[in-house]
């Protein structure tokens, strides 16, 4: 046919920034469930767990909060394989650091988090300052409560406020 192709990325980009209302509840329940999800999983660890063992719960609890599991990448201690694995295991003081991905009614949430089953090192807890730092640096009121990793699930909501008022301002 007689036709020009060009390239429609970023007004299809524009289009999809622009969220309604609705969507944008849509993406805090997602975000929500998602977290829930993985804060029971991390807050009923144990030492010895496999990596595999950490993936499959969080695909148990997102199914439980009818959450589609889309991935879990798993790695503990200092290791960066991320496949989940039954030789892998969390061990006392040692990292555990989880990527997953969970979808709602074709809403996408993404979560990151790390803990420690024990006590944190010198490292880790400098690790976790320089990321409330960051925080505090892009976002207009950090308050991000004084605890450690697993009472930050409110954190998406706080971003996508920040998306309303950027919108209130247009």
């Known amino acids: ?3 020009t192709f060009v390239d429609a990325v970023p007004v299809l980009d524009a289009l999809r920034a622009v969220k309604s209302p609705a969507e944008i509840e849509l993406m805090r329940r997602a975000a929500v469930l998602n977290a829930e999800s993985l804060a029971v999983v991390l807050e009923g660890g144990r030492e010895g767990d496999s990596t595999a063992k950490v993936a499959r719960a969080v695909e148990r609890e997102m199914r439980l909060r009818d959450l589609h599991h889309l991935y879990a990448l798993v790695c503990a201690g200092p290791s ?4 989940p694995s039954e030789r892998q295991r969390w061990q006392r003081d040692g990292v555990l650091h989880v990527d997953t991905a969970g979808m709602l009614e074709g809403s996408i949430a993404e979560l990151c988090r790390t803990a420690v089953l024990g006590t944190p090192s010198d490292l880790a807890d400098r690790m976790l300052a320089g990321c409330r730092a960051l ?3 892009v976002l207009p009121s950090p308050e991000i409560p004084p605890s450690l990793l697993l009472d930050v699930p409110a954190a998406p909501g706080d971003v996508l406020e920040v998306r309303e008022d950027l919108e209130k301002r247009a």
């Open 1 to 3: 046919p007689r036709a």
């Open 80 to 83: 960066w394989f991320r496949a």
């Open 135 to 137: 925080e505090a640096a």
